[in-house]
Protein backbone atom coordinates (compact mmCIF):
# COMPACT_ATOMS: atom_id res chain seq x y z
CA UNK A 1 0.00 0.00 0.00
CA UNK A 2 2.33 2.66 -1.19
CA UNK A 3 1.52 5.97 -2.40
CA UNK A 4 -1.42 6.16 -0.29
CA UNK A 5 -3.18 9.81 0.35
CA UNK A 6 -5.60 8.44 2.63
CA UNK A 7 -5.80 5.18 5.04
CA UNK A 8 -8.12 3.64 6.75
CA UNK A 9 -7.83 0.73 8.75
CA UNK A 10 -10.59 -1.45 10.69
CA UNK A 11 -9.58 -4.67 13.16
CA UNK A 12 -12.38 -7.33 14.05
CA UNK A 13 -12.29 -10.55 16.06
CA UNK A 14 -14.20 -13.18 14.90
CA UNK A 15 -14.10 -16.75 16.53
CA UNK A 16 -10.91 -16.04 17.74
CA UNK A 17 -9.54 -15.11 14.58
CA UNK A 18 -8.88 -11.10 13.93
CA UNK A 19 -8.89 -9.32 11.06
CA UNK A 20 -7.43 -6.46 9.82
CA UNK A 21 -9.00 -4.96 7.09
CA UNK A 22 -7.17 -1.30 5.42
CA UNK A 23 -8.31 0.55 2.56
CA UNK A 24 -6.03 3.33 1.00
CA UNK A 25 -7.14 5.64 -1.56
CA UNK A 26 -4.09 5.91 -4.19
CA UNK A 27 -3.76 9.04 -6.35
CA UNK A 28 -5.73 7.50 -8.98
CA UNK A 29 -9.06 6.03 -8.76
CA UNK A 30 -7.87 3.39 -7.43
CA UNK A 31 -8.56 1.77 -3.95
CA UNK A 32 -5.32 -0.34 -2.02
CA UNK A 33 -7.18 -3.11 0.27
CA UNK A 34 -5.78 -5.46 2.10
CA UNK A 35 -6.93 -8.26 4.31
CA UNK A 36 -4.30 -9.77 6.87
CA UNK A 37 -5.71 -12.58 9.22
CA UNK A 38 -4.42 -13.68 12.51
CA UNK A 39 -5.12 -16.56 15.05
CA UNK A 40 -5.70 -16.14 18.56
CA UNK A 41 -1.85 -15.43 18.97
CA UNK A 42 -1.61 -13.13 16.59
CA UNK A 43 0.33 -14.64 14.44
CA UNK A 44 -0.56 -13.99 10.65
CA UNK A 45 -2.47 -16.59 9.25
CA UNK A 46 -3.49 -15.51 5.83
CA UNK A 47 -2.95 -12.27 4.07
CA UNK A 48 -5.17 -11.01 1.00
CA UNK A 49 -3.84 -7.38 -1.13
CA UNK A 50 -4.74 -6.27 -4.14
CA UNK A 51 -5.70 -2.43 -6.25
CA UNK A 52 -9.57 -2.01 -6.87
CA UNK A 53 -11.21 0.52 -9.15
CA UNK A 54 -13.20 2.78 -6.84
CA UNK A 55 -16.46 1.85 -8.64
CA UNK A 56 -16.12 -1.90 -7.77
CA UNK A 57 -15.30 -1.24 -4.48
CA UNK A 58 -19.00 -1.86 -3.04
CA UNK A 59 -19.17 -4.84 -5.43
CA UNK A 60 -15.95 -6.18 -3.65
CA UNK A 61 -17.14 -5.45 -0.09
CA UNK A 62 -20.73 -7.15 -1.00
CA UNK A 63 -18.77 -10.66 -2.21
CA UNK A 64 -16.71 -10.41 0.61
CA UNK A 65 -19.62 -9.73 2.79
CA UNK A 66 -21.18 -12.79 1.57
CA UNK A 67 -18.09 -14.99 1.98
CA UNK A 68 -17.65 -14.15 5.59
CA UNK A 69 -21.43 -14.79 6.09
CA UNK A 70 -20.57 -18.12 4.39
CA UNK A 71 -17.76 -19.12 6.03
CA UNK A 72 -18.55 -17.90 9.94
CA UNK A 73 -21.89 -19.74 9.51
CA UNK A 74 -19.87 -22.64 8.73
CA UNK A 75 -17.90 -22.11 12.25
CA UNK A 76 -20.79 -20.54 14.00
CA UNK A 77 -22.52 -22.68 16.75
CA UNK A 78 -25.74 -24.11 16.41
CA UNK A 79 -28.80 -22.68 16.75
CA UNK A 80 -30.76 -25.57 18.96
CA UNK A 81 -33.08 -25.58 16.16
CA UNK A 82 -32.31 -28.32 13.50
CA UNK A 83 -34.53 -26.77 10.80
CA UNK A 84 -33.06 -23.36 11.36
CA UNK A 85 -29.08 -25.12 11.28
CA UNK A 86 -29.97 -27.01 8.51
CA UNK A 87 -31.40 -23.86 6.37
CA UNK A 88 -27.69 -21.93 7.31
CA UNK A 89 -26.34 -24.71 5.35
CA UNK A 90 -27.74 -22.90 1.93
CA UNK A 91 -28.67 -19.35 3.98
CA UNK A 92 -26.07 -18.59 6.47
CA UNK A 93 -27.76 -15.37 7.40
CA UNK A 94 -31.28 -17.49 7.90
CA UNK A 95 -33.40 -16.20 11.09
CA UNK A 96 -30.92 -13.73 12.39
CA UNK A 97 -31.50 -9.95 12.56
CA UNK A 98 -31.02 -7.16 9.97
CA UNK A 99 -28.67 -4.55 11.04
CA UNK A 100 -29.68 -0.87 10.32
CA UNK A 101 -26.38 -1.71 7.80
CA UNK A 102 -28.27 -4.82 6.19
CA UNK A 103 -31.10 -2.39 5.84
CA UNK A 104 -29.31 0.25 3.83
CA UNK A 105 -27.37 -1.93 1.69
CA UNK A 106 -30.62 -4.24 0.67
CA UNK A 107 -32.84 -0.99 -0.20
CA UNK A 108 -29.92 0.66 -2.27
CA UNK A 109 -29.64 -2.68 -4.20
CA UNK A 110 -33.22 -3.29 -4.85
CA UNK A 111 -33.35 0.80 -5.78
CA UNK A 112 -30.53 0.06 -8.10
CA UNK A 113 -31.95 -3.35 -10.21
CA UNK A 114 -31.33 -6.68 -8.15
CA UNK A 115 -33.08 -9.53 -8.48
CA UNK A 116 -34.73 -11.02 -5.25
CA UNK A 117 -32.22 -14.02 -6.53
CA UNK A 118 -29.36 -11.99 -6.53
CA UNK A 119 -30.37 -10.30 -3.13
CA UNK A 120 -31.00 -13.55 -1.88
CA UNK A 121 -27.36 -14.89 -2.69
CA UNK A 122 -25.80 -11.71 -1.39
CA UNK A 123 -27.34 -11.88 1.73
CA UNK A 124 -27.56 -15.48 2.38
CA UNK A 125 -31.19 -15.23 3.18
CA UNK A 126 -34.82 -16.97 1.44
CA UNK A 127 -36.37 -15.41 -1.38
CA UNK A 128 -38.99 -14.93 1.27
CA UNK A 129 -37.15 -12.89 3.53
CA UNK A 130 -35.76 -10.55 1.25
CA UNK A 131 -39.38 -10.05 0.06
CA UNK A 132 -40.53 -9.65 3.77
CA UNK A 133 -37.69 -7.06 4.40
CA UNK A 134 -38.49 -4.95 1.40
CA UNK A 135 -42.02 -4.78 2.52
CA UNK A 136 -40.89 -3.96 5.97
CA UNK A 137 -38.55 -0.84 4.20
CA UNK A 138 -41.35 0.10 1.96
CA UNK A 139 -39.65 -0.37 -0.83
CA UNK A 140 -42.41 -3.07 -1.90
CA UNK A 141 -45.86 -3.43 -1.29
CA UNK A 142 -47.41 -6.52 0.68
CA UNK A 143 -48.01 -9.43 -2.37
CA UNK A 144 -51.16 -10.34 0.38
CA UNK A 145 -53.15 -7.84 2.10
CA UNK A 146 -52.58 -7.47 6.55
CA UNK A 147 -55.15 -10.11 8.03
CA UNK A 148 -57.76 -8.49 9.55
CA UNK A 149 -58.64 -10.41 13.09
CA UNK A 150 -60.72 -13.10 13.26
CA UNK A 151 -64.46 -12.06 14.30
CA UNK A 152 -65.97 -13.73 17.20
CA UNK A 153 -68.38 -16.74 16.56
CA UNK A 154 -72.01 -15.90 17.07
CA UNK A 155 -73.09 -17.32 19.71
CA UNK A 156 -76.05 -18.96 17.89
CA UNK A 157 -73.94 -20.73 15.12
CA UNK A 158 -74.22 -24.44 14.98
CA UNK A 159 -71.28 -26.36 15.30
CA UNK A 160 -72.11 -30.20 13.16
CA UNK A 161 -71.01 -33.06 14.58
CA UNK A 162 -70.62 -34.83 11.25
CA UNK A 163 -69.90 -33.24 7.70
CA UNK A 164 -72.76 -32.04 5.64
CA UNK A 165 -73.72 -34.50 2.84
CA UNK A 166 -72.29 -34.46 -0.41
CA UNK A 167 -74.32 -32.69 -2.93
CA UNK A 168 -74.54 -35.91 -4.95
CA UNK A 169 -76.95 -37.27 -2.05
CA UNK A 170 -74.81 -39.50 -0.70
CA UNK A 171 -73.71 -39.77 3.16
CA UNK A 172 -70.01 -40.05 3.14
CA UNK A 173 -69.57 -43.68 5.45
CA UNK A 174 -68.72 -42.40 8.48
Do not use: C
Request: charged fraction near 20%; proline fraction near 9%; aromatic fraction near 4%.
Amino acid sequence: MKDATAKITRTTTVYGRTYKISAAATGSEDVDLEVLMLNGSDEEIGRLMGRIPRPSLHSVGQALSALAGITSGARAPGSGNKRIDQLRKTYPNAYQPWTDGDDQQLAKLYGDGASIKDLSTAFGRQTGAIIARLTVLGQIEAAVPPRKPPSQPSPTAAVPDRPAPASDGIDPPF
